[in-house]
């Protein structure tokens, strides 16, 4: 995507990912009897890291920062995210 916008990347783009489960099987090659229902871009993924176009990263759930988008989160681990992020809250009276 970033090329077709004429961006010249020069590093893998880094995915953070909490689950060392799915950096394990996204970098492993080989075919395994218990992965085999595993979809079609679980292959595309493996072969992005294998073109080095992107690299895989392990990040503690507890700070995985993309959670404040896409979960429900109880008032601390949010105003934690939330900060980690740089989001800044205004709240105005009426």
Do not use: P
């Amino acid at each position: 995507m970033l090329t077709d916008m004429g961006v010249v990347q020069r590093n893998a783009t880094k995915i953070w990912e909490d689950n060392q489960g799915a950096i394990a099987l996204a970098q492993k090659t080989g075919y395994h009897a218990r992965t085999k229902h595993v979809d079609i871009r679980h292959h595309f993924i493996r072969k992005t890291i294998e073109a080095g176009t992107v690299a895989l990263a392990y990040v503690d759930t507890k700070h995985q920062l993309a959670d404040v988008l896409t979960k429900a989160l109880g008032s601390k681990t949010f105003k934690f995210l939330r900060d980690a992020n740089g989001i800044q809250c205004k709240i105005t009276k009426q």
